[in-house]
């Protein structure tokens, strides 16, 4: 028969580091049904016919907390066999907390004192005999960091577990308590098994309304029991939980006394000494923003970048050099010069008179025609034709000017373009395969289009942040590993929860402005769920990475490149942020007591190089894979809406330039007029607003092929003067935050529905999201041309209505248990 | 004198006396270890004013101050 053996014990216990090691990469890591919770499972490296189920980090089993009763429903409706309960032996008192509640459910526990090597260095000393004996169950010493004792622990309790010996908690609470604890055991009868009859008459005694629900205890036991708690609460002069809990501190104590020496020590401990320079008054904020700056300067800045254009241009590119990129490149840089050279010379000719026309035809010719390049050559020399290149970089600044001439021109007619695949080890990139593996099966143009520019083009765009969110998420496991990251909320807290959110947002918040992405998966270190959702709803409000492009559009066609456009949409952004958070906190849907900010700091330690690596790799993975189906669903709709549409009455498919008859721009007709109270109500702009669900910086490419260029800059340049005929200083800021604000591109709601699991809170967020987005636009349209051109009409009533409404939402005040 | 834990000064060891409130917190900070009758060592405060940090059981842990108000101490 399997075993299943549960896996219990506090955070910070090495619960984790216990869990690889007893199972190695047996491991499935999952949700509990219904939840976010993370749950994980396992086969013993040493007896596959043994699980192991990893139970959250828990202090209790109180009915308060998710990770809590997750664990409870499971122990209790689920039976495993036994119990593995692992113990920080350097903080014993508070651990046993959790192993006494353990030990009343009637189930086989085997308790595992971990970091037993930190607590002999220290010259503590637990007396093992003694302290199994007043448990009433065995402890094996381990140090899960190290390896040692953690085969025995797990045979203790497949021993355990096979032997069907149920723990029976040995521990005795105060006689007054007693009494009572017995005369509601003797009430609920065989309404419970025997072996877990002291869980139920404590939980009923604890008055836990789980307990009280599930039993259902008809009204004459009821009375019963209310009756022997009131008696008991009386004569204590105290209310039942509390009871209970001092009880179990009263009985720890009590074990301990003779079971425990801990040595006396004036000295403070190394993670003491750490704590008083990261947590000092004065270093504490400088400290926190020098270890954000670096993490986000490796994960989005620098490494980072280099990673995810190596994926994206690289692998889901052209391809990539595995050796010899630089001399490649600087065969480019030459090419790209004398290329600049002929073209200058044979503009100066041109202005000179000279017919260019035939020249430049053949020169995009494969093989040229020497004859029409002799007459050009000759006719040039005789006007004696000299000219300038002018090299830029690409920053746009002049590097240098090449002056040129007839010798000059005749040397760069010779230019031939570098072939990658001729410098070092050239690795094609995934479409360039595909495409090559596509075209020697004859597969039609349509299907290659939707292969290519649809799925590869889709998912790729998404696969290509997997490097760089690996990156992220070593950082994150190793501040999280470290304590660190519990000091983060500590720091913090204060300004977050100011708006509903948790110290640990702001992480999510600052990798948000890299990319939304990791910053939506960044909000897993934030335990509350409350406080996890509120993030994930409010962070891809900060202008990403890739919205800089549209930024940078609005900045340079309508502001004349003013300074401070972007940062006004940097403040915009995080102005999002915090309105969402204080009124967010305050519906219906956050209602409800806020998570306590009641939190172990735990001591500083360095986290093994194996947990990290697992922990990388599980976000990594489940990234790729929820997130995936959403976007190769998304990338194939967005692909036949964009390349189907009725060119000269007939229905079919659209070359790259035939964007205007898609469906899509059907539809953007359709949807246009719902635009138009934001100022941007044409066909274009709603196309190019909902291709940026599939990339923000597809946004500024679409608007190109829809004002007829087949290919644009990175801003847009070619299209400034057109998009500036198109609209106002008003209503072009207005298409910009709504497109800052709305609903994220498709890889980040992937991210977003991984993060919630749930469909509902997905589509709250995005609804959420783009409801904000449509009403900022509407203000910043409406108010804005009625301060900047003065018009006034039946928008700008509802914008102001709307602002008052909102005012409203912000300020009013709320009932909940912060200001009790 | 009695006083509430919000008040009680850094780097000051105090008692606890009482726990007022109820619910989800009251019984997390219980579960945590700050029942009647332990002594609790005051480390210190964020650099923010928010939360405290405290030494119990031999492990620190933080509370912020609107919850600390609701721990009577001597």
């Given at each position: 028969?399997?075993?299943?053996?549960?896996?219990?014990?506090?955070?910070?216990?090495?619960?984790?580091?216990?869990?690889?090691?007893?199972?190695?990469?047996?491991?499935?890591?999952?949700?509990?049904?219904?939840?976010?919770?993370?749950?994980?499972?396992?086969?013993?490296?040493?007896?596959?016919?043994?699980?192991?189920?990893?139970?959250?980090?828990?202090?209790?089993?109180?009915?308060?907390?998710?990770?809590?009763?997750?664990?409870?429903?499971?122990?209790?409706?689920?039976?495993?066999?036994?119990?593995?309960?692992?113990?920080?032996?350097?903080?014993?008192?508070?651990?046993?907390?959790?192993?006494?509640?353990?030990?009343?459910?009637?189930?086989?526990?085997?308790?595992?004192?971990?970091?037993?090597?930190?607590?002999?260095?220290?010259?503590?000393?637990?007396?093992?005999?003694?302290?199994?004996?007043?448990?009433?169950?065995?402890?094996?010493?381990?140090?899960?960091?190290?390896?040692?004792?953690?085969?025995?622990?797990?045979?203790?309790?497949?021993?355990?577990?096979?032997?069907?010996?149920?723990?029976?908690?040995?521990?005795?609470?105060?006689?007054?308590?007693?009494?009572?604890?017995?005369?509601?055991?003797?009430?609920?009868?065989?309404?419970?098994?025997?072996?877990?009859?002291?869980?139920?008459?404590?939980?009923?005694?604890?008055?836990?309304e789980k307990v009280q629900a599930e039993l259902a205890l008809a009204a004459d036991i009821k009375a019963g029991v209310e009756n022997a708690i009131a008696e008991c609460e009386k004569i204590m002069d105290d209310d039942a939980e509390s009871i209970i809990a001092s009880e179990r501190y009263a009985v720890i104590a009590d074990i301990l006394k003779d079971s425990y020496r801990k040595q006396n020590k004036g000295s403070l401990t190394t993670s003491d000494k750490i704590d008083q320079v990261l947590t000092n008054r004065f270093l504490a904020l400088?400290?926190?923003?020098?270890?954000?700056?670096?993490?986000?300067?490796?994960?989005?800045?620098?490494?980072?970048?280099?990673?995810?254009?190596?994926?994206?241009?690289?692998?889901?590119?052209?391809?990539?050099?595995?050796?010899?990129?630089?001399?490649?490149?600087?065969?480019?840089?030459?090419?790209?010069?004398?290329?600049?050279?002929?073209?200058?010379?044979?503009?100066?000719?041109?202005?000179?008179?000279?017919?260019?026309?035939?020249?430049?035809?053949?020169?995009?010719?494969?093989?040229?025609?020497?004859?029409?390049?002799?007459?050009?050559?000759?006719?040039?020399?005789?006007?004696?034709?000299?000219?300038?290149?002018?090299?830029?970089?690409?920053?746009?600044?002049?590097?240098?000017?090449?002056?040129?001439?007839?010798?000059?021109?005749?040397?760069?007619?010779?230019?031939?373009?570098?072939?990658?695949?001729?410098?070092?080890?050239?690795?094609?990139?995934?479409?360039?395969?595909?495409?090559?593996?596509?075209?020697?099966?004859?597969?039609?143009?349509?299907?290659?289009?939707?292969?290519?520019?649809?799925?590869?083009?889709?998912?790729?765009?998404?696969?290509?942040?997997?490097?760089?969110?690996?990156?992220?998420?070593?950082?994150?496991?190793?501040?999280?590993?470290?304590?660190?990251?519990?000091?983060?909320?500590?720091?913090?807290?204060?300004?977050?929860?100011?708006?509903?959110?948790?110290?640990?947002?702001?992480?999510?918040?600052?990798?948000?402005?890299?990319?939304?992405?990791?910053?939506?998966?960044?909000?897993?270190?934030?335990?509350?769920?409350?406080?996890?959702?509120?993030?994930?709803?409010?962070?891809?409000?900060?202008?990403?990475?890739?919205?800089?492009?549209?930024?940078?559009?609005?900045?340079?066609?309508?502001?004349?490149?003013?300074?401070?456009?972007?940062?006004?949409?940097?403040?915009?952004?995080?102005?999002?942020?915090?309105?969402?958070?204080?009124?967010?906190?305050?519906?219906?849907?956050?209602?409800?007591?806020?998570?306590?900010?009641?939190?172990?700091?735990?001591?500083?330690?360095?986290?093994?190089?194996?947990?990290?690596?697992?922990?990388?790799?599980?976000?990594?993975?489940?990234?790729i894979k929820k997130a995936g189906t959403v976007i190769l669903l998304s990338s194939i709709v967005i692909w036949i809406l964009s390349r189907l549409g009725w060119v000269e009455g007939q229905f079919g498919y659209l070359e790259d330039t035939q964007l205007d008859s898609s469906i899509l721009a059907a539809f953007g007709n359709a949807v246009a007029w719902m635009f138009i109270p934001l100022g941007f109500g044409d066909w274009k702009s709603a196309v190019a607003t909902v291709v940026g669900l599939v990339a923000k910086e597809n946004v500024v490419?679409?608007?190109?092929?829809?004002?007829?260029?087949?290919?644009?800059?990175?801003?847009?340049?070619?299209?400034?003067?057109?998009?500036?005929?198109?609209?106002?200083?008003?209503?072009?800021?207005?298409?910009?935050?709504?497109?800052?604000?709305?609903?994220?591109?498709?890889?980040?709601?992937?991210?977003?529905?991984?993060?919630?699991?749930?469909?509902?809170?997905?589509?709250?967020?995005?609804?959420?999201?783009?409801?904000?987005?449509?009403?900022?636009?509407?203000?910043?349209?409406?108010?804005?041309?009625?301060?900047?051109?003065?018009?006034?009409?039946?928008?700008?009533?509802?914008?102001?209505?709307?602002?008052?409404?909102?005012?409203?939402?912000?300020?009013?005040?709320?009932?909940?248990?912060?200001?009790? | 004198?009695?006083?509430?834990?919000?008040?009680?000064?850094?780097?000051?060891?105090?008692?606890?006396?009482?726990?007022?409130?109820?619910?989800?917190?009251?019984?997390?900070?219980?579960?945590?270890?700050?029942?009647?009758?332990?002594?609790?060592?005051?480390?210190?405060?964020?650099?923010?004013?928010?939360?405290?940090?405290?030494?119990?059981?031999?492990?620190?842990?933080?509370?912020?101050?609107?919850?600390?108000?609701?721990?009577?101490?001597?």
């Amino acid at each position: 028969m399997a075993i299943r053996i549960a896996l219990a014990g506090n955070p910070n216990s090495g619960k984790t580091t216990l869990f690889n090691g007893l199972t190695g990469s047996n491991q499935y890591v999952g949700n509990w049904p219904g939840v976010t919770v993370e749950k994980k499972e396992g086969k013993l490296k040493s007896n596959k016919q043994v699980e192991i189920v990893d139970l959250p980090g828990i202090y209790s089993l109180s009915p308060y907390t998710l990770e809590e009763v997750v664990a409870r429903e499971y122990l209790i409706k689920e039976r495993p066999e036994a119990i593995l309960n692992i113990v920080d032996g350097s903080n014993l008192e508070r651990n046993l907390y959790l192993t006494t509640q353990l030990l009343e459910l009637g189930i086989p526990v085997v308790v595992a004192i971990n970091m037993i090597d930190i607590v002999n260095k220290q010259g503590d000393k637990i007396d093992i005999t003694k302290l199994s004996h007043k448990l009433g169950c065995p402890i094996v010493e381990i140090s899960a960091l190290k390896g040692t004792g953690i085969t025995q622990a797990a045979d203790k309790a497949v021993e355990i577990a096979q032997a069907q010996k149920a723990a029976e908690a040995v521990h005795r609470f105060d006689e007054r308590v007693e009494v009572a604890i017995a005369a509601i055991e003797a009430a609920i009868g065989a309404k419970v098994n025997s072996e877990s009859k002291r869980w139920y008459a404590t939980k009923l005694f604890e008055k836990d309304e789980k307990v009280q629900a599930e039993l259902a205890l008809a009204a004459d036991i009821k009375a019963g029991v209310e009756n022997a708690i009131a008696e008991c609460e009386k004569i204590m002069d105290d209310d039942a939980e509390s009871i209970i809990a001092s009880e179990r501190y009263a009985v720890i104590a009590d074990i301990l006394k003779d079971s425990y020496r801990k040595q006396n020590k004036g000295s403070l401990t190394t993670s003491d000494k750490i704590d008083q320079v990261l947590t000092n008054r004065f270093l504490a904020l400088p400290i926190f923003a020098i270890v954000m700056t670096l993490v986000y300067y490796i994960s989005v800045t620098t490494v980072g970048t280099w990673a995810t254009d190596w994926a994206n241009e690289g692998v889901f590119g052209d391809g990539w050099h595995l050796v010899g990129g630089v001399a490649f490149e600087e065969a480019t840089g030459e090419y790209e010069e004398l290329i600049a050279q002929r073209d200058a010379y044979i503009e100066a000719a041109g202005d000179a008179g000279i017919d260019t026309e035939a020249l430049q035809a053949t020169l995009e010719e494969e093989e040229p025609s020497a004859e029409v390049i002799a007459s050009f050559t000759e006719e040039a020399k005789n006007k004696d034709i000299s000219a300038v290149a002018v090299i830029e970089n690409e920053d746009g600044e002049v590097e240098k000017e090449i002056p040129v001439g007839a010798a000059e021109f005749a040397v760069s007619l010779e230019a031939i373009e570098p072939d990658p695949a001729e410098f070092g080890v050239w690795v094609p990139g995934v479409p360039v395969l595909v495409e090559g593996a596509l075209d020697s099966m004859g597969v039609a143009d349509w299907l290659k289009s939707l292969i290519l520019d649809g799925i590869i083009a889709g998912v790729g765009a998404v696969l290509g942040f997997v490097p760089q969110l690996l990156i992220l998420f070593i950082f994150l496991a190793f501040l999280e590993g470290c304590g660190y990251m519990a000091r983060v909320a500590f720091i913090m807290d204060r300004v977050f929860r100011k708006f509903g959110l948790s110290g640990k947002s702001f992480i999510p918040m600052l990798i948000s402005t890299g990319c939304g992405i990791p910053g939506v998966m960044a909000s897993r270190t934030i335990e509350s769920q409350r406080d996890r959702r509120m993030t994930i709803m409010t962070t891809t409000f900060m202008p990403c990475g890739a919205k800089l492009p549209v930024i940078a559009l609005i900045a340079g066609a309508l502001f004349g490149g003013e300074w401070w456009v972007s940062p006004s949409a940097y403040f915009i952004g995080i102005f999002a942020v915090v309105a969402s958070g204080i009124i967010l906190k305050k519906t219906k849907l956050f209602e409800g007591d806020p998570a306590p900010f009641v939190m172990e700091l735990p001591a500083y330690h360095l986290p093994p190089v194996g947990n990290i690596l697992r922990s990388m790799w599980e976000r990594g993975s489940s990234f790729i894979k929820k997130a995936g189906t959403v976007i190769l669903l998304s990338s194939i709709v967005i692909w036949i809406l964009s390349r189907l549409g009725w060119v000269e009455g007939q229905f079919g498919y659209l070359e790259d330039t035939q964007l205007d008859s898609s469906i899509l721009a059907a539809f953007g007709n359709a949807v246009a007029w719902m635009f138009i109270p934001l100022g941007f109500g044409d066909w274009k702009s709603a196309v190019a607003t909902v291709v940026g669900l599939v990339a923000k910086e597809n946004v500024v490419g679409t608007l190109g092929i829809l004002y007829g260029y087949a290919e644009v800059s990175e801003e847009g340049n070619e299209i400034w003067e057109q998009f500036a005929s198109n609209y106002t200083v008003v209503s072009g800021y207005a298409f910009l935050v709504f497109n800052l604000l709305c609903a994220p591109c498709f890889a980040a709601i992937g991210a977003i529905k991984r993060e919630m699991n749930n469909a509902k809170w997905t589509w709250i967020a995005i609804a959420y999201q783009t409801v904000l987005a449509y009403v900022a636009a509407l203000w910043i349209y409406q108010i804005g041309n009625l301060i900047v051109f003065g018009t006034f009409g039946i928008g700008t009533v509802v914008a102001i209505v709307t602002v008052i409404g909102f005012l409203y939402l912000l300020f009013r005040s709320h009932k909940t248990a912060e200001n009790r | 004198m009695m006083a509430t834990l919000r008040e009680a000064k850094v780097g000051t060891t105090v008692k606890v006396k009482a726990l007022r409130g109820e619910g989800a917190t009251k019984r997390r900070i219980m579960d945590m270890g700050i029942t009647k009758g332990t002594e609790l060592h005051i480390r210190k405060v964020a650099p923010l004013g928010d939360p405290i940090e405290l030494t119990i059981r031999g492990y620190e842990l933080s509370l912020r101050k609107a919850d600390a108000e609701f721990i009577d101490v001597e």
